[in-house]
């Protein structure tokens, strides 16, 4: 095996282009290395991020904030900027894996190892985001809405393209987040059910609001009835749990045997939303 | 083979490694430093955790060649002249330890916290050892010796 450390995001696709495909591009490596030992996955050549100078930090910038592609969990987590405004991030952030595994993981590569109830990506999922990536062809701006293929499955493809960084347009006031899970622990395992949710109120009406669910099919789910039902209403106890309700319309349930059957899942996802819109009202000062 | 220059416990090295294997192989089948441990090898106990350039990680999820240039600490860099640390001082003390397995991740976890913050709460130490799984002595021993490791260790001023 061959190992490349990039020092710059352009390196790295430079690298990437070289090989032909034939290289794959890693950040921190917490999926990929399983899948290594495990024989899931065979790599001639990887290309490791996490030393490319462009692709770290967190900034502002043009009233976006802007991640890096290989900054870790724990950067994410902690940092000042992401608390300010997007304190659910910085919970999802906060969730991933254990302090050892979000000290290496990146958000970028949550999102591609497109696992559905993936924290961090959960997170961000309605938050607007955009990825910056990298091509031979140039650069192309992908919505996180369409960064999924599959369960597993990313719409990029990491032999030959490389993610140099998230942008997030920046929140409001009257903009909220919140970020939810239903755990059996806190460390080191996934959710039974995951929800995110962010929202505009304006003059005492929701002016649009993005709610989105794991694990309910492909990447993080958007709950589309309960998101119409919301539109120009009050955010009121009853209209939080009928939206709860329309939520789980959208959603695909399946039977986990560690994680909660169908019609658990079922019966809790409704709860789940409400809390997270509950918490976005509190946040919003109207409940 | 690749060329590798790495610190580890204070030690400098530059030799020829095999770039697929995991940072975990080569401390203990290089090194022969086999106080870190494999439990389970994908991440999900800890046992293997070592400090890299300051913060802990599963070393059986790092690359062996991501370590170039890095700073690592395992648990044989902590006694100090035979003289153990505070935070293994205090496993002995108050029973943190049975089959000693888990033990030496969970040092290194606490190290990694106390390094960075002296005076933690229980969350802190929770969260900090969250990534550790032990399968003998439950959690309660052994989050109070981290505590009085870091009392112990505010005291002596270290
Ligand atoms: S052996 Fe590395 S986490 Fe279990
Ligand atoms: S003491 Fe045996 S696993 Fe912790």
């Not at chain 1, 724990?74 to 300010?84: L, Q, R, S, W, Y």
């Not at chain 1, 970020?179 to 059996?184: A, D, N, P, V």
């Not at chain 2, 001082?89 to 913050?117: H, V």
Request: charge should be negative.
């Amino acid at each position: 095996m061959k190992y490349v450390i990039a020092r710059t995001a352009g390196e790295a696709l430079g690298a990437l282009t070289l090989e032909n495909g034939k290289a794959l591009i890693m950040a921190g490596g917490s999926d990929i290395m399983v899948e290594l030992i495990e024989e899931k996955r065979s790599e001639d050549i990887l290309i490791d991020v996490t030393q490319a100078k462009d692709m770290k930090g967190i900034r502002v910038e043009n009233e976006h904030l802007v991640i890096g592609a290989a900054a870790t969990m724990t950067e994410i987590h902690t940092n000042p900027i992401v608390k300010e405004y997007f304190p659910s991030l910085a919970k999802g952030t906060g969730s991933v894996g254990s302090l050892q595994i979000r000290n290496s993981a990146t958000l970028a590569g949550n999102v591609v190892s497109a696992q559905p109830a993936a924290d961090g990506a959960m997170a961000l999922a309605p938050l607007n985001a955009q990825f910056v990536v990298l091509t031979t062809q140039g650069t192309k701006i992908v919505p996180f809405s369409e960064m999924y293929a599959g369960i597993g499955k990313s719409s990029l493809d990491p032999h030959r393209e490389v993610i140099k960084e998230i942008r997030i347009p920046l929140s409001e006031p009257d903009e909220k987040a919140s970020f939810i899970r239903l755990e059996l622990r806190k460390s080191l395992s996934l959710p039974m059910l995951s929800v995110s949710a962010m929202l505009k109120y304006k003059e005492g009406r929701v002016e649009w609001s993005r709610i989105c669910m794991a694990p309910v099919g492909v990447g993080p789910v958007r709950a589309l009835k309960a998101e119409e039902y919301l539109w120009g209403k009050e955010l009121t106890p009853t209209v939080m749990a009928k939206a709860g309700e329309l939520a789980a319309e959208n959603a695909a349930f399946r039977s986990n045997p560690l994680r909660g059957s169908k019609e658990y899942r079922r019966h809790s996802l409704p709860v789940l939303v409400r809390r997270a819109l509950e918490d976005i009202a509190d946040q919003l000062g109207v409940l | 083979m690749e060329n590798l220059n790495v610190t580890v416990n204070g030690k400098f090295y530059s030799v020829q490694v095999d770039p697929s294997i995991r940072l975990v192989d080569f401390i203990r089948d290089n090194l022969f430093l086999t106080g870190t441990k494999v439990g389970c090898g994908k991440g999900e106990c800890g046992a293997c955790t070592v400090i890299m350039n300051g913060v802990s990680v599963n070393s059986c999820l790092i690359p062996v060649m991501r370590a170039e240039g890095a700073d690592i600490e395992t648990i044989e860099g902590l006694s100090d002249g035979g003289r153990l640390h505070p935070i293994q001082e205090e496993f002995i003390e108050k029973g943190a330890i049975q089959c000693g397995f888990c033990t030496p991740g969970m040092i290194m976890s606490a190290k990694a916290l106390l390094d960075q913050n002296i005076n933690p709460t229980v969350d802190e130490v929770r969260e900090a050892l969250g990534g550790n799984i032990c399968r003998c002595t439950g959690y309660v021993k052994i989050e109070e010796a981290v505590l009085c490791a870091a009392e112990r260790m505010r005291n002596e001023g270290k």
